[in-house]
């Protein structure tokens, strides 16, 4: 099967450090890959890198990613933002940061539709609605603002907006981090039965391990810009061959485990 | 305009606003500028409902010039037997429209050049900023009196030139705002959607920088009402015969010592609507700040 997204031997600087140091993974129609890694340990850039929209203070130094035979650093920009919500959504880690304050999030929603001509504007009401539907809200949702909703109800808004268009690609930045479990729970079974239906590629970037346990085909463990380790689940998760990804699995919390919770 | 925005705080701030009794006195600050507004601006669209006399009509019949305050003439008659009530009523015309066009055109120039200043940074930022100080470096005053000799002077030009050259505060306003904002997670979370830069800036950014804008736009109004008195008292503004409160005033200054009445009226209605707005605009500061409440409360 040929991969929908490749990043080839990607090398980022920011004030003349690597942050992403020569990184390459594989993104398979229809598949879940994890990044994994502790916070700056590049996994953030790395999917924005997908999008072209790193931070101005970042450079690409080399490498290429491509995105359906087409590498994006080399794409007009009006090209790259046709990709940008249409075949790759992303949803981000705060859900309370990432809505517009002073938009009905409903309309916050068609605008990503409306960005990509996708709709007539006469339509765009009862298609935002069915999206909202999609993420299990009610479509009443739609006409309010981002402070009347919970965190929970926010980040399925986000993600009805990061699946507007029904891309074929979603990166989700730890989407769930900022949610309490409970919540947290549900939105990854939401995430995970919109992957199914859908049959979307995600690129599901990650600190946790249990969340990579339950969704993730392949895994890519991440620190300090470098990938450490790559492989399927299983194979990582069984019989991790770096010492960095053995302690991160370790700190997988297990019921009876009497061991301390931060292992050296 | 104004008065709507100015409504829709009051409204949202006295449901919303926990700090009741901070809020009710702010409340009250904008009240009393937004009713005193209300009146100037029902006396200035219903100016021939309102005038008792034709405000051009002149009777040069000694006992007509300069008569005082009376029943007749409210405020008396100027040295050519004009009422000068009902010059004044329409004199509120020119104020106000030159207040709010020449407002309304800085806020066009500023926010659309502080928006793309902040917003796209680098390159562009530098030259609009660079742009920004050499407008700041010109007294205004003296380079609206000289635009105004060299393009004639009338009430359009007055109210063109006052924008025009009034716009570079707003700019930096909104350049800051914009700094700050265009690093939020809603705006990425926009760009990643594929939105537009122009839709990023105005539907995302700008509606999120407005609060200041707000404030600054409602204080200039008094400024620029300011400036037009002025300009009419130096004759570069309205041409007499047409009325505005700085040419009243300016025929008025050579009866002073003995027809208060001239001089008096016209100075008091500039200095009531310029505090009108000004404490209209200090009360919309109050309430928008967060910062100034927390201090306060």
């Known amino acids: 099967m040929e991969p929908i997204l490749i990043i080839n031997n990607l090398i980022v600087t920011i004030a003349g450090r690597r942050v992403i140091d020569d ?27 997908v999008l072209d929209l790193l931070p101005e203070t970042a450079k690409v130094v080399s490498g290429e990613v491509i995105f359906d035979g087409k590498d994006v650093f080399k794409l007009r920009e009006d090209e790259k933002r046709k990709i940008r919500g249409f075949d790759i959504g992303m949803v981000f880690q705060e859900p309370f940061t990432a809505l517009n304050p002073v938009m009905k999030v409903g309309d916050q929603v068609g605008e990503v539709l409306l960005a990509h001509n996708i709709i007539k504007k006469k339509e ?12 299990k809200l009610s479509p009443n949702v739609a006409d309010s603002y981002p402070h009347e909703l919970s965190g ?6 986000v993600i009805a907006m990061a699946m507007a268009c029904d891309p074929r690609v979603l990166i989700l930045d730890e989407p769930t981090t900022a949610l309490d479990v409970s919540i947290q729970e549900e939105v990854l079974a939401l995430v995970s039965s919109i992957q199914k239906k859908n049959n979307l590629s995600i690129l599901f970037i990650t600190h946790d391990f249990s969340i990579v346990n339950m969704l993730a085909n392949e895994v890519c463990v991440m620190k300090e810009g470098i990938i450490v380790e790559k492989g399927s689940r299983e194979d990582v998760l069984r019989s991790p061959q770096n010492e960095y990804t053995k302690k991160l699995i370790d700190c997988i919390p297990r019921i009876g485990d009497k061991r301390d919770r931060l292992p050296g | 305009m104004v008065l709507g925005i100015g409504y829709r705080f009051i409204a949202r701030y006295s449901i919303l606003g926990t700090n009741s009794e901070h809020n009710t006195i702010m409340n009250k600050r904008i009240l009393f500028g937004l009713i005193i507004i209300t009146i100037m601006a029902l006396v200035a669209i219903l100016a021939p409902f309102v005038a008792t006399y034709d405000p051009l009509e002149m009777d040069l019949s000694p006992e007509a010039r300069l008569q005082a305050p009376s029943a007749q003439h409210l405020f008396g008659t100027d040295n050519l037997g004009r009422d000068v009530f009902s010059r004044m009523v329409y004199g509120t015309r020119i104020s106000l429209s030159v207040g709010f066009i020449a407002v309304f055109i800085s806020l066009i120039v500023g926010v659309f050049l502080g928006g793309v200043s902040g917003y796209y940074g680098g390159k562009v930022d530098s030259g609009i900023m660079r742009l920004v100080e050499v ?3 010109f007294p ?25 050259t009034s716009w570079a505060g707003l700019c930096r306003l909104v350049r800051a705002e914009f700094l700050s904002l265009r690093e939020r997670d809603f705006v990425h979370s926009a760009k990643v959607q594929g939105v537009s830069d122009m839709r990023v800036i105005f539907r995302h950014i700008l509606p999120n920088a407005m609060a200041p804008v707000y404030v600054s736009a409602t204080l200039s109004v008094g400024g620029a009402i300011l400036v037009e008195s002025a300009l009419s008292f130096l004759g570069l503004g309205v041409q007499i015969p047409t009325a ?8 008025g200054k050579n009866y002073i010592d003995f027809a208060w009445w001239l001089t008096l009226f016209p100075g008091m209605a500039i200095l009531i609507t310029v505090l009108s707005f000004n404490m209209i605009g200090e009360g919309l500061r109050e309430v928008l700040d967060p910062k100034l409440k927390e201090r306060k409360g």
């Not at chain 2, 635009?147 to 030009?157: A, K, Q, S």
Request: proline fraction near 4%; charge should be positive.
């Open chain 1, 23 to 49: 990184v390459s993974l594989e993104l398979y129609p229809g598949r879940v890959t994890a990044i994994v890694g502790e916070s700056g340990s590049g996994k953030t850039l790395t999917a924005l890198s």
């Open chain 1, 124 to 135: 765009l009401k009862p298609k935002v609605r069915e999206l909202f539907e999609q993420v």
């Open chain 1, 152 to 157: 929970g109800m926010r980040q399925r808004a």
């Open chain 2, 135 to 137: 407008m700041y470096c």
């Open chain 2, 140 to 164: 205004t005053f003296f380079l609206i009196m000289m635009v105004i000799t060299f393009l004639g002077p009338n009430i359009v030009n007055v109210m063109v030139v006052i924008g025009f």
């Open chain 2, 244 to 251: 505005s409160w700085g040419n009243i005033l300016t025929a």
